[in-house]
């Protein structure tokens, strides 16, 4: 079944309005269904009503209040077909489902005594039968019926109308959500939870309750959430005018979740790694983490759930611009330039990888066999960068004009990534025809810069090509419109003011290429300038641009975009391990000297001197090779750091004790930067002999887990002596925290030592292992697949083994889980030497193996 963007049609039937009552219990549930039909758009008088449903027991069905003879409907695996319907009628049906039994985590489960449950994109059809697509909207009502001791909380969307006590002692709830909404924004949530609560008065004048619910034993962890809600729903009225439309505003942490969080309407439901915090369990990590998809999640409420999709091609609408309104409320909060240099990491250490792998596919797709296959880095992370680019074309205010236009023209409406940039183009009278190819071709484009200065005319030019390679099933690649900002910089470290002339836009700091080649001439320039590219990472494109280490060094220290001046340090970093330059003593030294200015430089915001001194990852470097030799790769990358180590051990030392007064405060920025760098230079000094006791000294005497993790890493990486007595205290002081129990095996399942296969395979045989939990797998196989190529990539081939020897009881219980654990091999055809054989033997040997459509479907992508 393979489902084409070219194919779509409008729904042949509307469900205006949805009854639900539910007859909750773990083992047993009875769904009791009632839609309000009306012949939609495509309704061809006499076709039948075809409805999807899956693992539901049907046990009673009627139209208009009678019941309907067997000969009317028919049921399979996947549907329920209705005969001879004609004009607006009332369908009711009631099905028997079971929670407990569902491992997949779609549709209605169980975790941990609680009722739960994950609709997108396509779990509703697990609960009852309806028009699963998202351009069916309607108003609901849902009654909630359960037990009172066991269930005592009763929570679904929209706002509570009423709740009371039944004959038999049980009770119930109401919940009426006024707004259209589709059905997988549909949600319920049932069991022992407790909440905490703030009354608040939005902008409109609308009176809210915001709540965060939780296990009783983790209550105490949410305070941070609820205030993160707060900041989020004010940060929404004042950059993007979107207010709040319902009485309540409920999110839930559970322990089962297989992705981040859900968005559901006025009930977001979040993986508990998300919502709870206290410094005891929670990094400073974890706080931005938590407060980021909090804002995520409330966000859709405008950018999702009021303007909802089309269908599921369009998922990056959604997803694409929540993760750019997500990126802009940390921007705001804290540094803008720490958080963009976090995002260009993960869009190039892994959405670069993946645009550039079997994987690859455009921001919207045309086709799929399994929808949750394409909720990946390059529908969220490069589908945040074209809103981005948007953004930087526009202006905030053309933009923010734009955004106004969208919500007002799509308001209650399933729109289309068409509908997004009519009404930018509209508000800025541009043609964004060209822009528009961004969502179209997979790739990452390629840009190539030479320049030349002709001294008699005081003529500088700059010529530019772009190149987008070709990816699965897109040969041939048309040309995209790229926002290049730029800045050229004198002899006295100032940029220079020239006029610009040749066959592109160019606006003060910006160049608008549209053609494969375009040729820029600056005059009157007295000297050649130091030219500074693509600043603030404005474009997600590749630069070629041959930067002599001296003046990378420069830039480093001149360039005033904060953002290019740790590029400028990550360019010279990736030539020296790399071995791209043609003196690399010269590019070596280059680096040391600008990363010891920076560690003098006590004026310098600390975390951004962590950003920098974090030099490119694995990942990062794999990149930018076509061949990945990973040996040669992580031998060069672990050489160049021991000699930087060795280099500054002085200057991280005096960096390391100065900060810690500051790093002692609580959660505010200055703090939590102090601690980022301090346990920076942590990092690099473990490097360096006699300091481990460093490390061991801070593990003993930590009084938060920044320090704490952060020491113990260390330990950890470079095998210090105290290593193992260090795990076994921290998984004793911990082995009833779930959350913190994850870290500890992400710890020793990415331990940088061939090793780890073995510890992983120990891990594995041990009660830790809980396959059902999502995170616990990922904690385990997730850390070792993606965190750590020494062993993943073992040269005999034992890291791919074991996790492939994994994937099959993984892919029966989670198929989503599953299928992103198999993801890890996306460049499996890029890896050098025997490994690339050794990988593609293992996934041969899955296939047959992996039931699911998620699965399937990738792994047959992957041997395409
Ligand atoms: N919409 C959710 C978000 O906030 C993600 C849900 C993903 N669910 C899935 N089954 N793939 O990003
Ligand atoms: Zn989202």
């Given amino acids: ?151 005592p909380v009763l929570l679904a969307n929209g706002n509570p109308v009423e709740r009371g006590t039944l004959d038999d002692g049980r009770h119930y709830a109401v919940w009426e959500n006024p707004h259209a909404t589709p059905c997988y924004l549909f949600a319920l949530v049932a069991g022992r939870l ?49 207010t709040y439309d319902l009485d309540v505003f409920n999110i839930v942490a559970v322990q089962d979740f297989t992705m981040g969080a859900m968005e559901n309407k006025g009930l977001n439901i979040f993986n508990a790694r998300y919502i ?35 269908d599921w091609f369009q998922l990056a609408l959604k997803e694409g611009l929540t993760v750019f309104r997500d990126q802009e409320f940390t921007a705001d909060l804290h540094s803008r330039a720490v958080k963009r240099i976090e995002d260009v990491r993960l869009l190039r250490g892994r959405q670069f990888a993946e645009d550039a792998g079997a994987l690859a596919h455009p921001v919207r797709p045309v086709q799929y066999r399994e929808i949750n296959n394409f909720y990946t880095l390059t529908v969220y992370e490069k589908g945040a960068e074209i809103v981005r680019m948007l953004h930087t074309l526009l202006g905030e205010e053309t933009f923010r004009a734009g955004m106004d236009r969208y919500f007002a023209d799509n308001d209650g409406r399933a729109a289309t990534v068409e509908d997004f940039l009519a009404a930018h183009a509209a508000v800025s009278g541009r043609d964004l025809a060209q822009f528009a190819r961004w969502y179209a071709q997979a790739g990452t484009p390629q840009l190539r810069i030479d320049d030349e200065y002709d001294a008699m005319r005081g003529r500088y030019t700059l010529r530019i090509r772009q ?95 904060a953002f290019n001046r740790w590029e400028a340090l990550q360019r010279l970093a990736t030539g020296v391990m790399l071995r791209t330059f043609a003196d690399p003593r010269a590019a070596q030294a280059a680096l040391s000297d600008a990363l010891g200015d920076l560690l003098d430089d006590d004026a310098a915001d600390p975390a951004f001197v962590a950003e920098c001194l974090a030099l490119p990852d694995f990942d990062t470097l794999a990149d930018q090779v076509p061949q990945i ?28 004790h100065a900060l810690a007064d500051l790093a002692a405060g609580g959660l505010d920025g200055p703090a939590m930067a102090a601690r980022t760098l301090r346990n920076a230079c942590l990092g690099w000094l473990a490097r360096l002999d006699p300091h481990e006791a460093l490390a061991q000294r801070q593990f003993d005497t930590a009084t938060v887990m920044t320090d704490r993790l952060g020491a113990l890493r260390c330990l950890v990486r470079f095998d210090a002596p105290g290593k193992d007595a260090a795990l076994a205290a921290f998984r004793e002081r911990y082995r009833h925290d779930p959350l913190v129990t994850d870290k500890w095996l992400t710890l020793v399942a990415a331990r940088p030592q061939p090793e780890a296969v073995e510890d992983v395979r120990a891990l594995l045989a ?23 190529p020494v062993a993943f990539h073992r040269a005999d081939g034992a890291g791919y083994a074991l996790l492939a020897a994994q994937l099959p009881g993984l892919d029966a219980i989670n198929p989503q889980v599953a299928a992103r654990l198999l993801g890890s091999f996306e460049s499996w055809q890029r890896l050098a030497g025997p490994r690339r054989a050794l990988a593609h033997d293992t996934l041969r040997g899955l296939d047959g193996k992996l039931t699911s459509r998620d699965c399937a479907d990738l792994l047959a992508r992957l041997l395409a």
Avoid at 515 to 521: P, S, Y
Avoid at 631 to 656: F, I, N, P, Q
Avoid at 768 to 784: K, M, Y
Wanted: glycine share 6%; aromatic share 8%; net charge negative.
């Fill in 1 to 151: 079944r393979i489902v084409r963007l070219a194919d779509y049609r409008p729904p042949a039937w509307r469900i205006v309005r949805t009854e639900l009552a539910f007859d909750l219990d773990l083992d047993d549930t009875v769904v009791a269904a009632r839609l309000e039909l009306t012949p939609g758009e495509s309704y061809a008088p006499g076709a039948p009503l075809r409805l999807d449903g899956e693992e539901l027991a049907l046990l009673d069905i009627a139209v208009d209040g009678q019941p309907l003879p067997p000969a009317r409907y028919a049921l399979d695996g996947e549907s329920l077909t209705v005969h001879g319907l004609v004009g607006p009628c009332v369908l009711e049906t009631r099905a028997r489902i079971h929670p407990a039994r569902n491992t997949r985590l779609e549709g209605l489960y169980a975790s941990r005594g609680l009722l739960i449950t994950q609709c997108e994109a396509e779990g509703f059809r697990r609960i009852t039968w309806f028009l699963d697509r998202p351009d069916v909207m309607s108003a609901w009502r849902v009654t909630l019926r359960a037990d009172r001791a066991r269930f």
């Fill in 194 to 242: 407790e909440g905490i609560h703030r009354d608040l008065v939005t902008a409109e004048g609308r009176a809210v309750r915001l709540a965060v619910w939780a296990a009783p034993e983790d209550i105490g962890r949410c305070g941070f959430a609820l205030d993160a809600i707060e900041r989020a729903l004010r940060w929404d009225e004042q950059r993007f005018g979107r």
């Fill in 276 to 310: 709870l915090a206290d410094p005891d369990t929670a990094t400073d990590a974890d706080y931005l983490a938590v407060e980021s998809v909090i804002g995520h999640e409330y966000f859709h409420n405008w950018s999702g759930n009021r303007v909802t999709l089309r």
């Fill in 467 to 561: 190149h987008t390679p070709p990816t699965p099933g897109q040969p041939d690649k048309q040309a995209l419109l790229i926002p290049l900002r730029f800045a050229l910089y004198g002899p006295d470290g100032e940029p220079v003011a020239a006029a610009a002339e040749g066959d592109a836009v160019v606006r003060d700091d910006l160049i608008e290429l549209t053609a494969d080649v375009h040729e820029i001439h600056f005059d009157g320039l007295p000297a050649k300038p130091l030219p500074a590219f693509n600043q603030g990472f404005a474009a997600p494109v590749r630069l070629d641009y041959a930067y002599t280490p001296a003046q990378l060094g420069r830039l480093a220290r001149i360039e005033r975009d």
């Fill in 629 to 656: 030799d990973v040996d040669a790769l992580l031998a060069a990358r672990e050489e160049l750091l021991d000699l930087l180590a060795e280099d500054h051990a002085d200057r991280l030392e005096r960096r390391y």
């Fill in 766 to 788: 041990s009660d830790w292992w809980t396959p059902t939990n999502p995170n616990r797998v990922r904690a385990i196989l997730g850390s070792f697949a993606r965190m750590n």
